[in-house]
Nanobody, 116 residues
Framework: QVQLVESGGGLVQAGGSLTLSCVAS????????MGWFRQAPGKEREFVAS???????SYVDSMKGRFTISRDNAKNTVYLQMISLKPEDTAIYYC??????????WGQGTQVTVSS
């Protein structure tokens, strides 16, 4: 069973940038599709971006051009680079792993707060 640990969250001013990292335990990281999700206060968790085992990327339209997902299989790590952050990006960001059709392993989340 893979375990995921996110880091890189924090407090940033609007217009700033952050890069989140998610490190996976185990030796099978390259076989997982990986995703980033977020949950703002009082809202449901929402999809942000994903990257497949072969590097194919998918984004929510509203985040295209501002968020970039990448992975480094040698480091068992998936990243989410975020630029031009807005107050509405404030949320807990989670990474998740998928072996197939759904995400079944989740990290504990990292808080991102964007001040206006």
């Amino acid at each position: 069973q893979v375990q995921l640990v996110e880091s890189g969250g924090g407090l940033v001013q609007a217009g700033g940038s952050l890069t989140l990292s998610c490190v996976a335990s185990g030796r099978t990281f390259s076989t997982f599709g990986m995703g980033w999700f977020r949950q703002a206060p009082g809202k449901e968790r929402e999809f942000v971006a994903s990257i497949s085992r072969t590097g194919g990327r998918s984004y929510v339209d509203s985040m295209k051009g501002r968020f970039t997902i990448s992975r480094d299989n040698a480091k068992n790590t998936v990243y989410l680079q975020m630029i031009s952050l807005k107050p509405e990006d404030t949320a807990i960001y989670y990474c998740a792993a998928s072996r197939g059709s759904h995400y079944d392993t989740w990290g504990q989340g990292t808080q991102v707060t964007v001040s206006s």
